[in-house]
């Protein structure tokens, strides 16, 4: 069956840098928008960032610009998101989907497990 599966978070210093991982099984990615999401305790659920089908123009919220990377590996089927520069205020589960929107997701589709990264000193 159609699933998505987030992997790759971990417990890093501020300044260091991991790679996320969304691997899709049943269904292809290819041509598909795919969106990484995070929710800390007691926030809101955030958009983070979103691939567009054509993987142009991709979406980064503010806070997360010039430091965060979306791309596609359609040979693994998979989205990464590459996040450098790891701030304190980065530490969340991450979340990824085939929406750029949390809204819709929320009220259409569904949440998987999420991956916990955890910025701290």
């Known amino acids: 069956q159609a699933e998505l599966v987030e992997s790759g978070g971990g417990l890093v210093q501020p300044g260091g840098s991991l790679r996320l991982s969304c691997a899709a099984s049943?269904?292809?990615?290819?041509?598909?928008?795919v969106g990484w999401f995070r929710q800390a305790p007691g926030r809101e659920r955030e958009d983070v960032a979103c691939l567009a089908g054509t993987d142009g123009n991709p979406y980064y919220l503010d806070s997360v610009k010039g430091r965060f990377t979306i791309s596609r590996d359609s040979a693994k089927n998979t989205v990464y998101l590459q996040m450098n520069n790891l701030k304190p205020d980065d530490t969340a589960v991450y979340y990824c989907?085939?929406?750029?929107?949390?809204?819709?997701?929320?009220?259409?589709?569904?949440w998987g497990q999420g991956t916990q990264v955890t910025v701290s000193s």
């Open positions: 049943g269904f292809s990615l290819d041509g598909r928008v």
């Open positions: 989907a085939t929406h750029c929107s949390s809204a819709y997701v929320t009220a259409f589709g569904s």
